[in-house]
C-alpha cells in the first residue's frame, strides 16, 4: 500500500472498526468512524458482474446538512455535497470515500 490517506484510515487513532449502512449483500455500504468531528470512511462495493449506481445518504452516518467528500483511491477531493453522495461503481470495485460533516 502506497498511498498514505487509505493507511491512516486503516491506522485512524479512534480505532473503530467499519460496519455495514446497507442491508444488500451485493452492492454495499460500509462505514467507519474517524478522528474527527462528523469524519467517516465510506466505502461502496459492487459484488455484482456490472456497473451499478450506488449511493451514501449523510443521514445514514449521523451528518445533517452538507458533507465534503474525497476519493481516497483517486486522492481527489469531489466537493461539497448536500444530502448525499452517489457514484456508477463499476463491476467487482470499490469506492473508498472521505466524508467530512459541516
Given at each position: ?52 449506481n ?39 470495485a ?9
Amino acid at each position: 500500500m502506497t498511498n498514505a490517506e487509505v493507511v491512516a484510515v486503516d491506522q485512524d487513532p479512534l480505532g473503530k472498526q467499519g460496519t455495514p449502512i446497507s442491508q444488500s449483500t451485493t452492492l454495499e455500504v460500509w462505514q467507519k468512524p474517524l478522528s474527527g468531528s462528523k469524519t467517516f470512511a465510506v466505502v461502496l462495493f459492487n459484488r455484482t458482474a456490472t456497473p451499478a449506481n450506488i449511493a451514501v445518504a449523510w443521514s445514514s452516518l449521523g451528518i445533517t446538512g452538507a458533507a465534503t467528500v474525497r476519493d481516497l483511491w483517486a486522492k481527489k477531493d469531489l466537493g461539497s455535497m448536500a444530502t448525499q453522495y452517489s457514484t456508477n461503481v463499476p463491476s467487482h470495485a470499490v469506492v473508498m470515500l472521505k466524508v467530512v460533516g459541516q
